[in-house]
T-cell receptor
């Protein structure tokens, strides 16, 4: 079984400041890792995913994440945030074999202030 | 715009009633997954269907059931509704069958049980 921990339930940050949203996971098997964003009253949109290869993954809207296998982490970063980045962000994992469902963390609310 | 639609948008039911939620996947997507997202939580996997057969189930009781149809639509049925069933229900469709394939989420159905 897998589990995902998002250490911060809320992250307030000023516009144009950098931000890091933390994600740690636990799994007895190799996993793929994902970050999703959820805007109010909408479904989830994929920001980026790590399948294999380079541990630094670039996604949409200027976001990137770094996979650290030894620390079982997959932190999301953006060098300069915008008001429009205000949303809920979810880290998720799934085993890298078979057809498996996503296991999500509890989410981090990013609140960008002017 | 993911192409995954869900209906209805909102629904209010009373305890003990039955409800059917619908999802229309993107054309060609032969895998659909359903998730329950309680307020302030990450989505929890309910079950997955692949080519009209249930292909995996999360920790949900049998009163949660589903169907997938050849026209890429699917249903989530919940019997004997309980107050704790109040949540946002998300469906997600996938083109391929592997864990690496992106799941495209619909906007969700907000179910309130009174």
């Amino acid at each position: 079984a897998q589990s995902v921990t998002q250490l911060d339930s809320q992250v307030p940050v000023f516009e144009e400041a950098p931000v890091e949203l933390r994600c740690n996971y636990s799994s007895s098997v190799s996993v793929y890792l994902f970050w999703y964003v959820q805007y109010p009253n909408q479904g989830l949109q994929l920001l980026l995913k790590y399948l294999s290869g380079s541990t630094l993954v670039k996604g949409i809207n200027g976001f990137e994440a770094e996979f650290n296998k030894s620390q079982t982490s997959f932190h999301l970063r953006k060098p300069s945030v915008h008001i429009s980045d205000t949303a809920e962000y979810f880290c998720a994992v799934t085993p890298d074999t078979g057809r498996r469902a996503l296991t999500f963390g509890s989410g981090t609310r990013l609140q960008v202030q002017p | 715009e993911t192409g995954v639609t869900q209906s209805p948008t909102h629904l209010i039911k009373t305890r003990g009633q039955q409800v059917t939620l619908r999802c229309s996947s993107q054309s060609g997507h032969n895998t659909v997954s359903w998730y329950q997202q309680a307020l302030g939580q990450g989505p929890q996997f309910i079950f997955q269907y692949y080519r009209e057969e249930e292909n995996g189930r999360g920790n949900f009781p049998p009163r949660f059931s589903g169907l997938q149809f050849p026209n890429y639509s699917s249903e989530l049925n919940v019997n004997a509704l309980e107050l704790d069933d109040s949540a946002l229900y998300l469906c997600a469709s996938t083109l391929g069958g592997g864990s690496m394939d992106e799941q495209f989420f619909g906007p969700g159905t907000r179910l309130t049980v009174l």
